[in-house]
């Protein structure tokens, strides 16, 4: 009997894991939590096929028995798992010493050097760690095949491939440690273990089915299935793609003729070596349920089984943002409050520079800044740091509005005899303004108007907000039914150059 594809095979969908750990150095907290699931369903696959590959020997030992010649296969077995077992003890090692050397473990399990890029490109590229596990990596293959009888070699090698990426080659990188171990997280080194491991039990399993093979024994299918979500990001920004593979995690021998059917939320997926690539629009944010299912064919028997299973992912905005907090403008000649945030990103990585109308920032707290600026016209504020890409925000940048000329805080109207002679001057008050700024009143002309039949016109220049000798004598002079004019009121507010003209307000006296 046999099952869908040998391990490898079966498990090299998990190669995008590379490709989603170098995304992860620049993205949000929330990434940092998917390398822990991730890592943990490697784990998980990396276990069934120990617990598999032990059950192997000891069949191949019995059907050995048969005839002299078989034991030679049997003989091989234990040097095949100690090959493998070894490297994994290798590989543990080189992330045991960096998680002793970061802090160990918090409470939760995670290495509390999670973050931490120094210790991955010192031990893994400056002092050669990672070349060592590169030429480890490139040898294995060899000593897997010399357990293959010799005319068997040249068609199991393209089947034991413990592969190393060469696309560094491409890049600007001097060495494979520097293309996949410079300035990564600890924690996005992990899951690259994780796989090489993998790749490793995988072939493991390819040599001891082969030696199965050869003592006449039945290709194991294997019945601890689960269908695995890879996605490509954990977490994706509106507008972009959600990308997603969806495959069983198991093991198979390479000949198998298993068939694999997969469908996500009802709807069939192309299928291609074992792996159904997903991909969805993201037209909203929030959480997302995708329900997968996996059917099975044994090539054998005929018989089919089922296997489902729910996953999440989640649809956000990007991260970092620049806010104003009090108006979708900057103003000139006040302080101007700004929030400041980006997430997944340490404030004291966040770099924040501005340019444009003489802007100047100031930090007066997490994530608060007072931004002043100079001029009219455009200001631009950019974020970078800690792995983002730098990020410019667009402000205009304006002059203090208008403010309205005010008595007793009307604009104008009827008032009072009295209460129009208790008061003391004009004021200019901004409407609707949330800035802390007070306008100066510079100039304007009182006219008084006295009621039908009692008096001609009389007018008083007044300089400043507070009535002079003249203009005051003329206010305490309201009778009912006289109309006062204050004309050509000229103010004065922060930022402005010069004062300017804001108008005429009248009132008639009751």
């Known amino acids: ?27 949000s907290a929330e990434i940092f939590n998917a390398f822990k699931v991730v890592e943990k369903g490697l784990k998980k696959s ?9 059950h192997l020997p000891p069949e191949i030992a019995k059907l050995a028995r048969k005839k002299d010649e078989l034991a030679k296969y049997a003989e091989r077995t234990k040097p095949v798992q100690e090959l493998s077992s070894d490297f994994s003890d290798y590989v543990d090692g080189l992330v045991n010493y960096m998680i002793d050397e970061t802090g160990g473990y918090l ?23 990672g070349d060592e596990l590169e030429e480890r990596m490139k040898g294995l293959e060899e000593q897997f095949l010399q357990y293959i009888d010799p005319e068997d070699q040249e068609r199991m090698a393209k089947e034991i491939n413990i592969e190393v990426d060469e696309s ?19 924690l996005a080194t992990m899951p690259i273990f994780e796989k090489i491991k993998n790749d490793v039990k995988s072939a493991e399993s390819t040599v001891l089915n082969y030696l199965m093979s050869k003592v006449g024994g039945e290709d194991i299918v294997f019945d601890n299935y689960q269908v695995v979500m890879q996605a490509k990001k954990g977490y994706v920004i509106k507008g972009e793609p959600f990308e997603a593979d969806f495959f069983l995690s198991t093991s198979a021998s390479s000949s198998s003729n298993t068939k694999i059917d997969i469908a996500v939320n009802g709807s069939t997926v192309p299928v291609r070596d074992g792996v159904a690539s997903y991909r969805a629009p993201t037209s909203s944010t929030g959480v997302k349920e995708l329900n997968a299912s996996v059917t099975v064919t044994n090539p054998v028997t005929g018989e089919k089984n089922t296997y489902s299973n729910s996953f999440t992912y989640e649809v956000g905005e990007r991260s970092a943002s620049v806010s104003a907090d009090k108006m979708n403008v900057l103003y000139v000649g006040v302080d101007n409050p700004l929030s400041i945030t980006a997430a997944g990103i340490s404030s004291n990585e966040l770099q924040v520079s501005a340019s444009g109308s003489g802007i100047k920032l100031s930090k007066t707290g997490t994530g608060k800044y007072n931004a002043t600026v100079s001029q009219q016209g455009e200001a631009k504020i950019t974020l970078s740091g800690g792995g983002l890409a730098p990020t410019t925000y667009d402000f205009r940048t304006k002059i203090i509005p208008d403010p309205i000329p005010t008595l007793s805080g009307q604009h104008g109207g009827s008032m009072g005899n009295g209460e129009f002679k208790a008061q003391r001057g004009l004021f200019a008050e901004l409407q609707n303004f949330d800035f802390d700024a007070r306008c100066q009143v510079l100039s304007y002309t009182l006219f ?40 050509d009121v000229r103010v004065k507010c922060p930022g402005w150059p010069v004062g300017k003209n804001v108008g005429t307000v009248s009132f008639k006296i009751k």
């Open 46 to 54: 990396n276990t069934v096929l120990d617990e598999n590959n032990s």
């Open 448 to 487: 008084r108007i006295p009621k039908p039949g009692t008096g001609d016109p009389v007018a008083s220049a007044n300089n400043g907000g507070t009535y002079s000798g003249n203009t005051q004598n003329l206010i305490s002079k309201a009778s009912p039914q006289d109309r006062y004019f204050f004309e």
């Open 168 to 186: 560094w080659k491409e890049s600007d990188k001097k060495s494979w440690a520097e293309f996949n171990f410079a300035h990564m997280p600890l």
């Open 107 to 129: 409470e939760d399990g995670t290495p509390k050097g999670y973050k931490d890029k120094d210790i991955t490109t010192f031990y893994l590229v400056h002092e050669d760690n």
């Open 1 to 27: 009997m046999s099952i869908p594809k040998e391990p490898r095979q079966l498990m090299i969908n998990i190669m995008y894991l590379v490709l989603t750990a170098l995304l992860a150095l620049n993205v």
